[in-house]
C-alpha cells in the first residue's frame, strides 16, 4: 500500500477518492473549493490528506485542516482530521489506522502538537480512534421546538433580513470581536465567509441571517433549511435582543417545521431556549475527540487542556471539519 497526496493523486485516483468519500460519509471534497481555500488561505494542510492507494486504486482516504484553537494558557494551531473512509471491501485491513498514523507523522514533523476529529460516540470509528489515542473531548448540547408552533414578527429596530455579500467581510470582523476573551474555536482563517460563500459551502441569501442596531451588527446566525426541520450550529449576539430576533427569524422561516440548534447557540443562552419552550439535552451522540501527538492521555486531561466545560467555549458549526 502506498500513501500519497491531494497533489499526487491522478485523475482516475481522483475519482476513486470522490467515491471513497461519498459512499463512506456523503460527501466530496471537491477539487476547485480545495484549490480556492489554498489560494487563499492556509487552512488545509500543505498535503490537504492522506491516500491509501493498492494497485493504482484509493482505498482509503482522510483529509487534513490546520486551525487555530484557545486554549486557556494560549492559542495555536491545532491539526483538524476530517472524512476518514475506506472502501468496504478494504474493511478491517488496517488501511484507516495506517493511513491516520501517516497524518500523525506529517503533523507531528510540522510542530503540531494535538490533532482532533469529530465522530458519533455509537460508530466502529470511535474503538478506532481510541485505539489510536484520542479521547472524548466535547459532545454538544441541543435545543429543539417541536412543530407546529406560531411565531411573532421581530420587533422593527432589531429586524433580521437575509445577508447579502457585502456583509460578509463586516460578519467575519463581527465574530472577531465577539470571539474575543473566549477560547476554543476563536480565529478562523481571514475571510472564511467570503471564502466558504465562494466555494458553495453556504448561500449567503438563504442561510445567513443578520440583525442590525441602526448601522452596527448586532448579530448574525447560519441556519440550514429542509421540508421537515431547520437546524442552526452558528449564532452570535452582541444583546439578548439580537438573539430573539434571530431565533424568532429562524422559526418564521421553519414555517411550523421542527427547528433545532446546538454547540454554542445553545450552551450560551440555555435558559432562553427552555423559556421558549424548547426541548434540550446537554450532550448527544456527535463527539469532539483529541489526541496528543507526543505521549497519550486520560478523558478528563483532555478536557482540562481543551476546556469544553468553561462557559468562554466557543465552537459552531464544528468549526467546519
Ligand atoms: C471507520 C472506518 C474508516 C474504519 O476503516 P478500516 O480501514 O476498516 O479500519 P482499520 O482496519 O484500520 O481498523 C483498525 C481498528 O479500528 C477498530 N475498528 C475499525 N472499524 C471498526 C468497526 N466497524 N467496529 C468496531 N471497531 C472498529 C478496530 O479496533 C480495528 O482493529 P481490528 O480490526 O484489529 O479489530 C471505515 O469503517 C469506514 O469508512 N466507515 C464509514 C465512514 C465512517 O464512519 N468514517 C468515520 C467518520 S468519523
Known amino acids: 500500500m502506498r500513501f500519497l497526496t491531494f497533489d499526487e493523486l491522478t485523475p482516475s485516483m481522483d475519482a476513486d477518492r470522490l467515491l471513497v468519500h461519498l459512499s463512506a460519509l456523503g460527501g466530496a471534497a471537491d477539487r476547485r473549493a480545495v484549490a480556492l481555500w489554498r489560494r487563499r488561505s492556509n487552512l488545509y494542510a500543505d498535503y490537504v490528506g492522506v491516500f491509501a492507494v493498492e494497485r493504482g486504486q484509493v482505498v482509503g482516504q482522510t483529509l487534513v485542516k490546520r486551525l487555530s484553537y484557545t486554549f486557556p494558557e494560549g492559542t495555536e494551531t491545532i491539526g483538524a482530521i476530517a472524512s476518514v473512509g475506506t472502501r468496504p471491501d478494504r474493511a478491517r485491513a488496517g488501511v484507516a489506522r495506517q493511513i491516520l498514523t501517516e497524518v500523525h507523522r506529517r ?65 467575519e470582523r463581527f465574530h472577531a470581536l465577539r470571539a474575543r476573551g473566549r477560547i476554543g474555536f476563536c480565529q478562523r482563517p481571514v475571510g472564511s465567509f467570503r471564502i466558504s460563500a465562494a466555494t458553495k459551502e453556504f448561500d449567503p441569501a438563504r442561510e ?110 464544528g468549526d467546519r471539519f
Not at 481510541?130 to 408552533?149: C, I
Request: with cysteine.
Open 208 to 317: 445567513l441571517i443578520v440583525v442590525r442596531d441602526g448601522r452596527s451588527v448586532t448579530g448574525y446566525a447560519l441556519a440550514q433549511y429542509n421540508a421537515s426541520r431547520t437546524t442552526c450550529g452558528e449564532m452570535l449576539v452582541s444583546s439578548d435582543r439580537a438573539r430573539a430576533s434571530l431565533v424568532t427569524e429562524i422559526e418564521r422561516r421553519a414555517k411550523g417545521t421542527a427547528v433545532a440548534f446546538h454547540m454554542t447557540p445553545v450552551s450560551d443562552a440555555p435558559k432562553f431556549f427552555r423559556r421558549r419552550g424548547y426541548v434540550t439535552l446537554t450532550s448527544g451522540w456527535y463527539v469532539f475527540m483529541a489526541a496528543p501527538l507526543q505521549g497519550e492521555w486520560t478523558v478528563g486531561a483532555a478536557i482540562a487542556k481543551f476546556a469544553p466545560d468553561d462557559p468562554r467555549f466557543l465552537c459552531m458549526l
Open 107 to 171: 503533523e507531528r514533523e510540522a510542530g503540531v502538537r494535538f490533532v482532533a476529529l469529530w465522530t458519533n460516540l455509537s460508530w466502529g470509528a470511535h474503538h478506532l480512534y481510541e485505539k489510536l489515542g484520542y479521547r472524548d473531548v466535547y459532545a454538544f448540547p441541543w435545543a429543539v421546538r417541536p412543530p407546529g408552533r406560531t411565531v411573532a414578527p421581530s420587533p422593527v429596530r432589531h429586524r433580521a433580513r437575509p445577508a447579502r455579500p457585502s456583509d460578509l467581510a463586516e460578519l
